[in-house]
């Protein structure tokens, strides 16, 4: 046999990565962790990395605008490095900010309660507050939630002016027949009006799902909260208890991160 083995003795080895990315982030961690931009002699000494090896990675970074150069030579992070940065940085202040609002709606209304953002392959759990009784669905950190079936996926294709979301969700209607199509356009309609999508069975048999929209000081959609519980074990009704603390939870979390309703601005 030709290739190796990679387990043996019944030890276990950790997945394979690619050496090249994990090289090429060292210059970037060194970057970031400079208060100014870095010739390609300290970036040098700073990673341990052979000058002319450097430079190979720079130029990669530099055509992917993760990296900028100076006019005098130096180095520093470009517009696509701040992009991530920034991303993520929104991303952990959602959740920090969510945390405690999660597991008071957990507590109050007994059912599972999770954190949504967009993810690389759509809407994703960051945080999951289970409730009293476990669901039988996969709502885990990490989950990817349908557009269609679920009340969370649905949230985002009715509230999100992000130009790669709606893009995400035009590309997978084109897959639905008319029909399809049509009922889902009534969906999104039902959901502005109420303000909360809900799926009832329709992402998993006997499990009921309502979700609803945080958004920023810019207006734009930055999450949805979700909750999720068995048929019959918590009120999914418009004006029902659940609905109402669910409103009153991502209101209040719009709030603190700066959002002013249009309807209710000067």
Known sequence: MSS???????RHHEPLGVNSIETGMLLLEALAASSRPQNLKALSASTRMPAPKAHRYLVSFMRTKFVERE????????PAALRVGMSALGSLNIVRLAGQELSSLRDELGVTVGLAVWGTH??????????????????????????FESATGRVFATFSSDKKVLQFVDWQL????????????????????????RSLSEYAQGIDGISAPVFDHQ???????TVIGARGEY???????????????TRRLSANLGYVRPDSAD
């Open 219 to 225: 207006q734009q959609l930055v999450a949805a909260i």
């Open 4 to 10: 190796k083995k990679r387990q043996t003795g019944g």
């Open 174 to 197: 084109k897959s639905l027949p008319h029909s399809a199509r049509k009922q889902f356009e009534s969906i999104k309609k039902e959901t502005r009006a109420n303000g909360v999508a």
């Open 122 to 147: 759509g809407p994703s759990y960051v945080l999951v507050e289970e409730g009293s009784k476990a669901v039988t669905v996969n709502a885990k950190p990490g989950s990817v939630l349908p557009i």
């Open 235 to 249: 009120d999914t009704a418009i004006n029902g208890l659940p609905v109402t603390s669910l409103l009153h939870t």
């Open 71 to 78: 006019p005098n030579g130096a180095y520093r992070l470009g």
